[in-house]
C-alpha cells in the first residue's frame, strides 16, 4: 500500500494502549508502592501495614482498569471503552460520530509536550485524540481518513524511547526496592 492510498475500513479496529506503557507504568506502580508497608512495619507509623497492603492492592486494580483503555474506530465512529469491571464514575468512555468531527485542535500541555482534541459540531465538549495506543500511526491514518483533517503534524505525546528509559530506571528503583525491604526485614 502507498503512503498516499487511503486506508479502507471494513469492520471495526480496536487500539489497546501500548504494552510498553502498560508495563512500565504497572512496574512503576509497583516499584513506588511496595517498599511502604515493609517500612511502616519497622518505622512503627501509626498506620497499619494491611492497611497500606490493601491502599496498593485497590490503586493496583484503578490502574490495571485505567491501563485497559481501548480505542475502537468503525467507519461510523471513534470511540474509547474501557472493560466492563470499571465503574464509569471512576473512569468514562466516549465516542463521536466521525460526522460530528469539526476539527482536530492542537494544545500544549503543562510539560511542553502537544495533544489534540477532536472539536464537536454540536457539542462544545473536545474528545482527547488517544495518543498512547498500539498503531497511534494506524489511527491517525484512519482519523484522516474518515473526516479528511490533514493529519500529518500529529505525533504521539511520548516516543517508546522515553518509556523504555523509564523502564530502565524503575528496574533499577525495584533492585533498591529490594534491598531495602530486605534491610527493613532483617532488622
Partial sequence: MSPNQPIQQTQATVFPISPLIRITLIALYFALTT?????????STPVPPILLW???????????GVLSE?????????????????PGFFRKGWELPWKEVKDLKMRTTGQGGLVYYFVSQSSPKAYLLPMRVVGFAR?????????????TDIRPLAQPWMYLILFGLTLLLLLVDGWVIATAVLS
Fill in 35 to 43: 517498599p511502604l508497608p515493609f517500612l511502616a512495619e519497622v518505622s
Fill in 54 to 64: 490493601l491502599g496498593i492492592g485497590l490503586g493496583a486494580i484503578a490502574l490495571f
Fill in 70 to 86: 481501548k480505542v475502537i474506530v468503525d467507519e461510523e465512529k471513534i470511540q474509547i471503552t474501557y472493560p466492563a469491571w470499571v
Fill in 139 to 151: 489511527l491517525v491514518k484512519l482519523v484522516e481518513a474518515q473526516t479528511g483533517i490533514n493529519t
